[in-house]
């Protein structure tokens, strides 16, 4: 018995020589402590890094269009390809319009949608309304701009001429109905995207809401709504907002669906029906026809002020959303 | 034996006396003390919560430490195997000597005294991406261990010092989530025992368990004193009554007093010991 | 009791209010319904075994498939995966398990600024880093710009992933004498592993969509390549250059390839749900 344990004990602590002490005069962490943090740090000062090569290289790429044009290329309305003349004005406009338009639209369908999922659905029933919702946040845009292009500018385009037809003296109606694509279509298409992320998020939010305090509100013999539009609303109108303003910044980054159905034009648009670029469709349809360095330097100067525009109103979305939630919930697109 | 050095045969032949139960041996050197805690002062950052404890824990003996919550006996278990520095914003001042080497040296590497002192928590945490078998020998594995037969014998050795062997010897591919509390508890104390530490520290092993498993690892502790020396913290007087060879009472971080088990419980020296016990304060 | 002119406005408002909402949930889930019929329906009946493994005939004509875009797309994310994911893993490892001051809050926040980025900036990136340097369009610029829309996902999906290991495991492992890489690597990634893993799927996934960055990076090609330096075919930007083409059977085309696009999407998203729920019911 005593020969049993000895060989046992012998064969563990066979085992355990295998683990080396740290000498006396060597480091106090181990080395390979050290090594792995390294490498971890480094890695986490890469995506640091790559931000900025991300601006600089941006930058970079505009200097020779902001040298010639500097601060005036965001004010002048002449592309001119041949005249070497370049400025971003109307596309700019015409971003920010059907972004607008498009929020217009999303904000109520997406926070109505929100509030419907969150205060008036059973609980069984919510994940089979609101998967379907995150679904269609998933879907690849050019999948969208497809369908934007072959099934739902056609219908656009029939209610555009009935518009004219009738509405015609409107300004906003006074354009060319027959394109179908255009402001009004680009402008849907986005409305038709970013409502998933605003619902999804917004969904998210209302949840966060304290029960006790609606609760509170039903038992004093208000309705549902005025419980919701007194208590709940007001509880988590800064994340809304802030899920608005990432909905806003999705929809003015967007590109493929846009280039297809927002009309391939660059001049100051006067009505819904007019086609025009937003930035980022002209940087997709002319970057691979850019014939010389200045064309190519301007394009990219659009793509520097299109990045500023983004990053500024997703700053503004995650300070407002960090707030609310104390970093608790994690963002994805 | 050099202080400032850490040779290997040192460690050896420790574990190889302790292991063996020839505990006496390697005691013989020590005085029957195996650590000594000299004027520890613990920090959080501002607030002092360990106040100048000075106490020694003797070898193959089981010293009780005992007080009303916060009083600073977890946080000072939690120093004697250098677990305490890892909360940010700890700062610790003084000597903790076990075996004559202060572990808080310039020189010395806190994964070894790890090796050296190991830990029994509160809530059992086997990990519960492995079996019952790779829990116990986790110590060996994730420092690159592999040969089967000695991992094999390792395995059946510490389950049945946790005495655990009986209940599980079928069914060691089991995750290590699918045993009951009192047995998740017995596996880490397995899992402890496996890399032979010298002392083994446990820090209210029972207050997440059940009457019936708690007994069983009172009874447990009983054993495991021949190998092992046990500190062991707990909330619950007549458990140190039950188990402990020695108590310490500490109170608002102080080391209020310090004696053997069954004459701090009948004849206590200090009035504030005695107003604990007799339940005064709790 | 008879209800007041007031509360009957109320109710009215409660209804209106109620019935104006169902409206825009209908809306929303109206257009989730309109876009995967048109898809499926247009799409699914041009599908057949030479579409998936043919490659493209001349403009024009009929038949042939989209094999090298197939190809070209998976080639390019995997490649772009290579990158993203030990640099998203690596990072968030960081952050979680070695917290310092305000260095990890600063990645943390600066990812989720990133996930804001245009993909088409991102396309203009890879052009200025890789296209501009090596003087042609490449499959592995297309990879760059896929790499860096990944890693955000990557980063913060991972992130969430190791905050959710509760801190019992790694003190467990650090109390057994585990040094701290090899308690991250053999405790709290195995642990963490399905979350990690829906992280990098989801990313896989959102990266396989994107048209825009390809457009000036890998290029697009009508022909078999799998030469990373060389211009690519993938399936999103196919679908772009065909649906905007003149010919009806490049419309089909575009049709059943994002026929096929759809069902890989949603495939991977039900996929990580499952995932997701899977692990939450541990």
Redesign the interface.
């Known amino acids: 018995m005593a020969r049993d344990s000895e060989a046992t004990l012998e064969s563990m602590n066979r085992a355990l020589t295998g683990v080396k002490p740290v000498s006396a005069r060597r480091q106090l962490v181990n080395v390979g402590d050290r090594v792995f943090y390294l490498v971890a740090r480094s890695l986490a000062l890469l995506v640091i890094v790559l931000a900025f090569l991300l601006v600089a290289d941006l930058f970079r790429g505009a200097s020779e269009s902001i040298r010639q044009f500097g601060l005036k290329f965001l004010i002048g309305t002449t592309w001119d390809p041949v005249a070497h003349q370049f400025s971003t004005l109307p596309t700019v406009i015409g971003t920010l319009v059907k972004g607008f338009i498009a929020l217009l639209l999303a904000v109520p369908v997406s926070i109505g949608s929100a509030i419907f999922i969150t205060f008036y659905t059973p609980r069984w029933l919510r994940p089979v309304i609101s998967y379907p919702i995150e679904l269609l946040a998933g879907i690849p845009s050019i999948i969208f701009g497809m369908w934007a292009l072959f099934a739902m500018v056609p219908v656009v385009r029939v209610v555009q001429i009935w518009l004219k037809a009738h509405f015609g003296w409107f300004f906003l109606f006074d354009g060319p109905a027959v394109y179908g694509v255009g402001v009004l279509s680009g402008s849907l298409i986005l409305f038709i995207m970013i409502t998933p992320i605003i619902t999804a998020i917004s969904k998210e939010i209302l949840l966060t809401v304290p029960r006790a305090q609606i609760e509170g509100m039903l038992a004093l013999g208000s309705t549902k709504w005025e419980a919701i539009w007194k208590v709940a609303l007001p509880y988590a109108r800064i994340g809304l907002f802030g899920a608005v303003i990432l909905g806003l910044g999705r929809a003015l980054g967007e590109t493929m669906a846009v280039t297809m159905v927002g009309g391939n034009s660059f001049a100051l648009i006067h009505s819904l029906f007019d086609p025009v670029h937003s930035m980022a469709s002209q940087i997709a349809s002319e970057f691979t026809e850019a014939t010389y360095s200045l064309y190519v330097s301007s394009l990219i100067y659009v793509g520097l002020v299109l990045f500023g525009i983004t990053i500024l109103i997703s700053l503004l979305a995650q300070f407002l959303i960090w707030r609310i939630s104390k970093g608790k919930i994690a963002l994805l697109d | 034996m050099n202080s400032?050095?850490?040779?290997?045969n040192d460690?050896?032949d420790r574990?190889?006396a302790v292991?063996?139960g020839k505990a006496s041996e390697a005691a013989s050197a020590d005085n029957g003390v195996r650590m000594r805690v000299e004027d520890l002062s613990v920090y959080y950052g501002k607030v002092e919560a360990v106040k100048n404890v000075t106490m020694s824990i003797g070898t193959q003996k089981v010293t009780a430490l005992i007080g009303p919550s916060g009083c600073g006996k977890s946080t000072f278990i939690r120093c004697l195997?250098r677990?305490h520095e890892?909360t940010?914003g700890a700062r610790v001042e003084g000597t903790v000597l076990l075996d004559d080497q202060n572990l808080y040296g310039?020189?010395?590497?806190p994964?070894?005294?790890?090796?050296?002192v190991?830990?029994v928590?509160q809530?059992p945490?086997?990990?519960?991406?492995m079996s019952v078998r790779d829990n116990v020998i986790?110590?060996?594995?994730?420092?690159?261990?592999r040969?089967r037969?000695?991992?094999d014998?390792?395995v059946e050795?510490s389950l049945r010092g946790a005495a655990l062997w009986d209940e599980v010897k079928d069914n060691l591919q089991k995750s290590g989530a699918s045993l009951s509390g009192g047995q998740q508890q017995r596996l880490?104390i397995a899992?402890?025992l496996a890399?032979?530490p010298e002392v083994l520290l446990m820090d209210e092993p029972c207050s997440a368990l059940d009457p019936i498993a708690t007994a069983k690892i009172e009874e447990l502790i009983h054993e495991l004193k021949e190998q092992v020396t046990i500190v062991i913290v707990t909330h619950n007087m007549q458990q140190a009554a039950r188990v402990s060879d020695f108590t310490s009472f500490f109170y608002l971080g102080e080391l209020v007093e310090f004696g053997e088990t069954g004459k701090l419980f009948t004849a206590p020296e200090k009035r504030q010991t005695e107003d604990y016990i007799t339940g005064r304060f709790g | 009791m008879t209800l007041n002119s007031r509360d009957r406005y109320r109710k009215f408002v409660e209804w209106a209010n109620w019935t104006g909402m169902l409206f825009c949930t209908s809306v929303s889930v109206f257009f989730l319904v309109a876009i995967l019929g048109y898809v499926l329906v247009n799409g699914a009946s041009y599908i057949d075994w030479e579409f998936l493994t043919a490659m493209p005939v001349p403009a024009g004509e009929t038949g042939g498939g989209i094999a090298n875009a197939l190809v070209g797309s998976f080639l390019v994310v995997i490649v772009a995966s290579l990158m993203a994911l030990p640099i998203g893993i690596g990072a968030a490892i960081f952050i979680n398990e070695f917290p310092s001051q305000g260095f990890g809050r600063t990645v943390r926040f600066l990812a989720e600024v990133l996930t804001g980025v245009p993909s088409i900036v991102v396309g203009l990136f890879a052009y200025a880093l890789v296209v501009i340097p090596s003087g042609g369009f490449s499959a592995l610029s297309g990879s760059v710009a896929y790499a860096f829309i990944m890693v955000p996902i990557i980063l913060i999906t991972a992130h969430e992933a190791l905050r959710l290991v509760p801190d019992s495991l790694r003190e467990a492992s650090l109390a057994l004498g585990i040094p701290k890489w090899r308690t991250i690597m053999g405790v709290v990634l195995p642990v963490s592993s399905r979350a990690l893993i829906t992280g990098a799927v989801l990313a896989i996934s959102r990266a396989l969509g994107e048209a825009a960055p390809m457009l000036f990076t890998a290029f697009g090609n009508s022909f078999w390549n799998v030469n990373l330096t060389k211009p690519i075919a993938t399936v999103p930007l196919l679908i772009y250059t065909y649906a905007t083409g003149p010919y009806e059977d490049w419309h089909r085309k575009a049709w059943a390839a994002s026929f096929v696009l759809l069902v890989v999407v949603l495939f991977t998203s039900v996929l990580t749900r499952a995932f997701l729920r899977g692990k939450s019911n541990e």
Request: net charge positive; charged share 30%; proline share 6%.
């Open positions: 400032e050095t850490y040779a290997m460690l050896k574990k190889l292991a063996l195997n677990m890892l940010p310039s020189d010395v590497d994964v070894d005294v790890r090796r050296r190991g830990m928590f809530k945490n086997p990990f519960p991406n986790a110590g060996f594995k994730l420092s690159g261990i040969d037969k000695i991992l014998e390792v050795k880490c899992r402890a890399v032979s």
